[in-house]
């Protein structure tokens, strides 16, 4: 069973809405998936409660009891946990970093969400896990997308070679309880978590390779 945290200590950057697709993604590649909700505002419970399906399992818990939903996960059979976390609490950030193997930091390309990610990438390195910075709300045109790859990389961190675009299909499948796969697979927003949960699988699989992915940005 592999674990991802989902950290930023900035609220909004998607942390909720990728622990949601990547667990679908996961579901889909025949991998049972669980999130676990460290976010007091549980978004990820409330996707669950509109979501038909039984799967994937999420539950909302406090960071005390991260060792013990581990166990009753791995018993249970799944192949990936993904915790989804809350800004602002850096105690159970760092909880869920040490408990992963992997931490994936989503951030918007501006300023503020930019200068957020060095408390996160703090976390990783406290805990002693591999980080990987992710850029999600991407917009189409412009250059701030270029300019937002420049600035991570004076983080040591690196950047996912997949960015996650601004796209209604993201609001339209999380207010449907479900990921964007499984309404929109041919879409961007499709090929985009297919990308990246190849890419955190693959990093997550061969932990000794080293994780540092060259910048670049997945077509508009
Ligand atoms: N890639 C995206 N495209 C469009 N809207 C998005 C995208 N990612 C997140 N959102 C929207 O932005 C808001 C915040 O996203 P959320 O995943 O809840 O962030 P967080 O968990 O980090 O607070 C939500 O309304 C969500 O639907
Ligand atoms: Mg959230």
């Given at each position: 069973m592999k674990v991802l945290a989902i950290i930023s200590q900035k609220?909004?950057?998607?942390?909720t809405t990728l622990a949601l697709n990547l667990a679908v993604a996961s579901e889909l590649s025949g991998n049972p998936a669980a999130v676990?909700?460290?976010?007091p505002q549980a978004s990820s419970m409330s996707w669950k409660d509109n979501r038909p399906d039984e799967s994937p399992a999420v539950v909302s818990l406090h960071s005390a009891?991260?060792?013990?939903?581990?166990?009753?996960a791995r018993q249970s059979g799944a192949k990936l946990v993904i915790f989804d976390t809350a800004p602002h609490s850096q105690k159970d950030a760092l909880e869920a970093a040490q408990a992963s193997d992997l931490i994936l930091?989503?951030?918007k390309p501006s300023l503020i969400d930019l200068r957020a990610i060095s408390s996160s990438v703090k976390i990783a390195?406290?805990?002693?896990?591999?980080?990987?910075a992710i850029l999600t709300q991407t917009q189409t045109r412009g250059s701030l997308t270029d300019e937002a790859v420049e600035a991570i990389k004076s983080y040591e961190v690196s950047i996912a070679p997949v960015t996650i675009g601004n796209r209604m299909a993201f609001i339209h499948a999380f207010t449907a309880g479900r990921?964007?796969?499984e309404i929109?697979?041919?879409s961007k927003a499709g090929e985009e978590i297919t990308s990246l949960f190849s890419f955190i699988t693959n990093l997550m699989e061969n932990k000794d390779n080293d994780a540092k992915a060259k910048p670049s940005r997945s077509a508009a």
């Open positions: 609220g909004g950057t998607g942390k676990f909700d460290l976010d009891r991260i060792t013990h939903y581990l166990d009753t930091i989503p951030c390195q406290l805990a002693g896990k591999p980080a990987v990921g964007v796969l929109e697979p041919q």
